[in-house]
């Protein structure tokens, strides 16, 4: 459990706030933002090395909060986007950097800072890019690799698409679900606070994120969030936080009861998804066939009328079944897609052979 202010804002802020999350048992790293420049200039962009200097003459305070509650050595983290960034985060004694969304996207900033990074001992906490491209994400996480950083954790903070579905970013819950399978020895955190874009979505996407096995959560916390000079509507105080960490459920991942009864349903999931993949293969054959009749009457591959028309069709059976229509549309348009892509391979090859004969 990572959790702090957004801005490192004043000397005061930062002892309220770690000495709350001290008694936190939950809570093993605090986060801070020290560098903040915004996206659009002119707001609050950070108190920068002052404020790695305040959470240096914090951390003995703490120590003794800490040591009351008889929770473990309390962590602390910022962002870095510089190299020199990482050299002051070592001078002040941070026990753990992460690098932003944006530093992320960025291949060459991410190189310059995983040199940095060599050698340092500090733990990494690599946040995925706005754009949902997880091999971005695998990327930055190899660069860490490569310069003999092994303590990465990656941080789900969701993407940046054109519709979020009324949150700040869209979770894509199915971009960190590839990374594990990619990357499966990678913890990943969720950041609700970055998702969310307010308080209130952040503890059913906490849910959501435990109940898809994410190892633990980053939120924001500050002690007056109201006040707070960036980030205010998604920041909670720590009483917040703690009342909503007390909610929480964390499910186990190695289940013995109900072992049996998930093998019986994961036999049927099996047989299922076994006949899905015969159908599409034989949807795939007829495909190949009304990419002959096309050739011979000299119709297009894409016939929009049509298409729509089954698009809605499909739809429409899918709510019959109780299925959303997000849902079935994404699927026959993959699968439409697929079937294009069939036809006109399946075009191209005859129109080869008939140029061969020639």
């Known amino acids: 459990m990572v959790a702090g202010p957004c801005s490192a804002e004043s000397r005061e802020q930062m002892e309220s706030v770690c000495v709350a999350l001290a008694r936190m048992p939950q809570v093993s790293m605090v986060r801070c933002g020290v560098w903040k420049p915004r996206t659009r200039p002119g707001g609050f962009e950070g108190c920068g090395e002052s404020a ?7 951390r003995q305070q703490v120590k003794s909060v800490r040591n009351e509650c008889g929770g473990e050595r309390m962590l602390y983290c910022c962002e870095v986007a510089r190299t020199e960034h990482v050299e002051q ?4 004694g941070m026990d753990a950097v992460w690098l932003g969304a944006r530093t992320t996207a960025n291949p060459f900033m991410v190189q310059e800072l995983t040199e940095a990074l060599r ?3 500090l733990l990494v906490l690599v946040k995925n890019a706005p754009s949902p491209d997880v091999r971005l994400w695998m990327g930055a996480i190899e660069r860490c ?20 579905e009324g949150l700040r970013n869209s979770p894509l819950w199915e971009v960190p679900i590839e990374l594990r399978r990619q990357m499966p020895e990678i913890p990943i955190l969720c950041d609700p606070s970055h998702i ?10 906490s849910q959501t994120a435990l109940d898809l096995g994410f190892e633990g959560l980053m939120i924001e916390t ?39 009864e998930l093998r019986l349903m994961r036999e049927q999931i099996d047989q299922i998804d076994g006949e899905v993949l015969r159908l599409l293969a034989a949807r795939s ?31 429409e059976q899918g ?29 191209g090859q005859h129109d080869v052979k008939e140029e061969q004969k020639k």
């Not at 009304?290 to 698009?311: M, S, T």
Request: proline residues 3%; aromatic residues 6%.
């Open 145 to 164: 690799h490569r310069v003999g950083v092994r303590d990465v954790v990656a941080v789900h903070r969701g993407f940046d698409l054109f519709r979020n």
């Open 222 to 260: 500050h002690p007056s969030p109201e006040r707070a000079l960036t980030d205010c509507e998604q920041q909670l105080t720590p009483a917040q936080l703690a009342e909503m960490l007390s909610g929480l459920v964390v499910r186990s991942t190695d289940s013995v009861v109900a072992d049996e």
């Open 285 to 315: 054959k007829v495909a190949e066939r009304i990419a002959r009749v096309k050739r011979e009457g000299n119709l297009a591959v894409f016939q929009p009328k049509r298409w729509d028309a089954v698009l809605h069709d499909r739809m």
């Open 89 to 92: 985060a070592v001078r002040y």
């Open 319 to 347: 709510q019959e079944q109780g299925l959303s229509e997000e849902f079935v549309k994404g699927i026959f348009e993959r699968i439409h897609a697929e079937s294009v892509r069939v036809q006109e391979e399946t075009i």
């Open 119 to 121: 050698g340092t001992g």
């Open 52 to 58: 790695l200097q305040w959470v240096a003459d914090i």
């Open 196 to 205: 969310a874009g307010r308080r209130e979505p952040i503890a059913a996407l």
